[in-house]
């Protein structure tokens, strides 16, 4: 077996996200324009450099509010570590990938360079970036009905704890005892969960 250690290299750290929101009737996923090389002209994820003295999420949450000013992110979650050593020419780096789910009801006003495009006809994209959002397409695929039956748990849970009947009157008590954000959080997936069925 060949010792992988014994050559030093450096290693870079960056993350991405896959934004995704319901645009048009249609998944779609939030991609820059790329103006230099490597892969100029193709459309890449957001994201950028891990800082020194950042976690992976807080650093997520910075670029995309620094960078293509994404601030109303209901949903961010770990997608996965993208750590191929070819992944991107020249010193390696390695990949903390996100998933973020924007409300429906949101819209970015986001730079000259930066689109959204409906997840199932992506364009070219950098580097392993497809690969990013079909992971995150599938994410949001494989856990749609867990979080829907959490999202239904939870309200019948407020039904219940309240004392309140469910029969025609738990849209009230789910107003009263669920969070808005909850809500809102619930309503997006129900609604991200009709695109990607």
């Not at 319901?22 to 998944?27: E, F, N, P, V």
């Not at 390696?92 to 495009?117: E, I, M, Y």
Request: hydrophobic share 45%; charged share 20%.
């Amino acid at each position: 077996m060949a010792d992988v250690t014994s050559k030093k290299t450096e290693t870079g750290h960056e993350v991405l996200a896959a934004v995704l929101q319901i645009r048009a009737d249609t998944l779609q996923v939030l991609l820059w324009q790329r103006a230099q090389q490597p892969d100029s002209g193709r459309w890449a994820l957001p994201g950028g450099a891990l800082g020194d003295t950042e976690d992976v999420q807080t650093s997520v949450l910075r670029q995309l509010a620094d960078k293509v000013d994404v601030r109303e992110v209901a949903h961010v979650e770990q997608l996965g570590v993208f750590s191929e050593p070819h992944r991107v020419p020249g010193s390696r780096l390695v990949a903390t990938a996100f998933l973020g789910l924007v409300p429906c009801d949101a819209d970015p006003a986001v730079p000259q360079d930066t689109r959204w495009h409906p997840v199932a006809a992506l364009p070219e994209t950098a580097f392993d970036h497809a690969a990013v959002v079909r992971d995150g397409r599938d994410r949001l695929r494989a856990c749609q009905w867990v979080l829907a039956a959490l999202c239904i748990g939870v309200c019948v849970l407020a039904v219940s704890s309240c004392g309140v009947d469910s029969g025609g009157t738990g849209a009230v008590a789910l107003a009263v005892h669920a969070s808005p954000d909850y809500q809102a959080v619930c309503l997006l997936l129900i609604r991200l969960a009709s695109c990607v069925a």
